[in-house]
C-alpha cells in the first residue's frame, strides 16, 4: 500500500537513513488495530545520534543574515527548486534561492490581492503559494509565475478557519477548535480535542493530542499511525509538532522545570530515534537533504534560520 513507502520502512525496501526498530525490542510495544499501528517507545531518553554541521544561514543577497521576528514549520515553505518561501512578519514574503541567499520579496500590506493584513500560515494548493489571513479572512494566493491571482475569501465550509492545508483529493481545516479532513461532513479527526495546531506535509499531517502524550499520524482522512512515548517519568507537555518531506516526525515538548524545552525525533517508522536538547523545530527539508532550522542570531536579536548538514 502506498502510505507504507512513504511512512514506514520495509524490510526488504527501506528508505534512505530508516533504521526499523527489531521486531524484539522489548523497549517498543507494537500493535496493529484496524489498520492503525500502534507504536509505544519506552526507550529511556538519549541524544539524538545525528551528526548536524551548520553549513550557513538563510540571508540577504548581500550575506548578511536575515533575521526574523519569530519562525515556525507553518510560516515556512520549500519548493521542488530547492527555494524557501518565509513568511516575514504582516507585510511580506521573502523567497530565498537555492544557495540560501533572498531574491524575491512577495506581498504589501492592504487590501488588495497579493496584499496582508494579518498573515497566519503559508502554505502551496497545486502550483500556487497560498497564505492564509486572518484579518482579510481570504487566502492570498500567488499563481506559478508569483503573480497575485484574486483573494479567495474564507466562505461556505472554510467560514472562520484557522488553519488550513491543502491536500489531492481534499483539505485539512481547523475551525471553531475542530480539525477536520474535508470541507462536508465536518467530522472531528482527534474526537478528544487538541491543544495544538497540527503540521501537514504532502500527504499526510501530525498532530498531538490534547493530554498525555499521543501523536497521531494521518494520510488524508485516513489514520495510519499513533505514536506514544512512556519512560516511568514525566515527560513533560507536548507543544508543537512537526512533520518533514523524508517522513521523519518531530515532537517539542517543555520537560517539567525546563523552560526551552526539546524535541523528540521519531524515524520513518515510527520508533524513538533520540532527543534535540535544543526545543527548535525543523522548519523545512531541502531536496538536497539541507534541513533549515530556526535559531538565536550570535548577538541575540532576533531569529536566523540555520541550512543543516544531517549525517543519520
Same mark, same amino acid.
Given at each position: 500500500?502506498?502510505?507504507?513507502?512513504?511512512?514506514?520502512?520495509?524490510?526488504?525496501?527501506?528508505?534512505?537513513?530508516?533504521?526499523?526498530?527489531?521486531?524484539?525490542?522489548?523497549?517498543?510495544?507494537?500493535?496493529?488495530?484496524?489498520?492503525?499501528?500502534?507504536?509505544?517507545?519506552?526507550?529511556?531518553?538519549?541524544?539524538?545520534?545525528?551528526?548536524?554541521?551548520?553549513?550557513?544561514?538563510?540571508?540577504?543577497?548581500?550575506?548578511?543574515?536575515?533575521?526574523?521576528?519569530?519562525?515556525?514549520?507553518?510560516?515556512?515553505?520549500?519548493?521542488?527548486?530547492?527555494?524557501?518561501?518565509?513568511?516575514?512578519?504582516?507585510?511580506?514574503?521573502?523567497?530565498?534561492?537555492?544557495?540560501?541567499?533572498?531574491?524575491?520579496?512577495?506581498?504589501?500590506?492592504?487590501?488588495?490581492?497579493?496584499?496582508?493584513?494579518?498573515?497566519?500560515?503559508?502554505?502551496?494548493?497545486?502550483?500556487?503559494?497560498?497564505?492564509?489571513? #486572518?484579518?482579510?479572512? +481570504? *487566502?492570498?494566493?500567488? !499563481?506559478?509565475? /508569483?503573480? $497575485?491571482? =484574486?483573494?479567495?475569501?474564507? &466562505? @461556505?465550509?472554510?467560514?472562520?478557519?484557522?488553519?488550513?492545508?491543502?491536500?489531492?483529493?481534499?483539505?485539512?481545516?481547523?475551525?471553531?477548535?475542530?480539525?477536520?479532513?474535508?470541507?462536508?461532513?465536518?467530522?472531528?479527526?482527534?474526537?478528544?480535542?487538541?491543544?495544538?495546531?497540527?503540521?501537514?506535509?504532502?500527504?499526510?499531517?501530525?498532530?498531538?493530542?490534547?493530554?498525555?502524550?499521543?501523536?497521531?499520524?494521518?494520510?488524508?482522512?485516513?489514520?495510519?499511525?499513533?505514536?506514544?512515548?512512556?519512560?516511568?517519568?514525566?515527560?513533560?507537555?507536548?507543544?508543537?509538532?512537526?512533520?518533514?518531506?523524508?517522513?521523519?516526525?518531530?515532537?517539542?515538548?517543555?520537560?517539567?522545570?525546563?523552560?526551552?524545552?526539546?524535541?523528540?525525533?521519531?524515524?520513518?517508522?515510527?520508533?524513538?530515534?533520540?532527543?534535540?536538547?535544543?526545543? #527548535?523545530?525543523?522548519? +523545512? *527539508?531541502?531536496?538536497? !537533504?539541507?534541513? /533549515?532550522? $530556526?535559531? =538565536?542570531?550570535?548577538?541575540? &536579536? @532576533?531569529?536566523?534560520?540555520?541550512?543543516?548538514?544531517?549525517?543519520?
Amino acid at each position: 500500500m502506498r502510505f507504507l513507502r512513504w511512512v514506514f520502512c520495509a524490510v526488504v525496501v527501506a528508505s534512505a537513513g530508516c533504521r526499523a526498530t527489531p521486531p524484539g525490542d522489548p523497549d517498543v510495544t507494537r500493535v496493529d488495530s484496524a489498520g492503525v499501528r500502534l507504536l509505544t517507545s519506552r526507550h529511556a531518553e538519549t541524544a539524538l545520534p545525528w551528526r548536524v554541521e551548520e553549513i550557513g544561514l538563510l540571508s540577504a543577497a548581500d550575506g548578511t543574515p536575515w533575521r526574523f521576528d519569530r519562525v515556525a514549520p507553518d510560516l515556512v515553505q520549500a519548493d521542488r527548486a530547492g527555494r524557501t518561501y518565509v513568511l516575514a512578519g504582516d507585510s511580506a514574503i521573502v523567497r530565498f534561492g537555492r544557495d540560501g541567499r533572498s531574491d524575491r520579496l512577495l506581498g504589501t500590506r492592504g487590501s488588495a490581492p497579493g496584499a496582508f493584513v494579518r498573515p497566519t500560515t503559508i502554505g502551496t494548493q497545486g502550483d500556487s503559494l497560498v497564505i492564509l489571513d #486572518a484579518g482579510k479572512s +481570504a *487566502l492570498v494566493r500567488f !499563481g506559478p509565475s /508569483l503573480d $497575485p491571482l =484574486p483573494d479567495r475569501p474564507l &466562505v @461556505g465550509a472554510l467560514t472562520g478557519a484557522t488553519w488550513l492545508r491543502f491536500r489531492v483529493g481534499g483539505v485539512w481545516r481547523w475551525q471553531d477548535g475542530v480539525l477536520v479532513a474535508d470541507t462536508v461532513s465536518g467530522a472531528s479527526l482527534v474526537p478528544d480535542g487538541m491543544t495544538l495546531r497540527p503540521h501537514a506535509v504532502g500527504p499526510r499531517l501530525l498532530v498531538a493530542e490534547a493530554t498525555g502524550y499521543v501523536v497521531r499520524l494521518y494520510e488524508g482522512p485516513r489514520l495510519l499511525a499513533v505514536l506514544r512515548r512512556d519512560t516511568g517519568t514525566p515527560l513533560g507537555r507536548v507543544d508543537a509538532v512537526a512533520l518533514q518531506s523524508d517522513a521523519h516526525m518531530y515532537v517539542r515538548r517543555v520537560p517539567p522545570g525546563d523552560s526551552t524545552g526539546v524535541v523528540d525525533v521519531f524515524g520513518t517508522d515510527g520508533a524513538y530515534r533520540g532527543t534535540w536538547a535544543s526545543g #527548535a523545530l525543523p522548519v +523545512a *527539508l531541502l531536496p538536497n !537533504g539541507e534541513m /533549515l532550522r $530556526p535559531r =538565536p542570531a550570535d548577538d541575540g &536579536v @532576533g531569529v536566523v534560520i540555520a541550512r543543516l548538514r544531517v549525517v543519520r
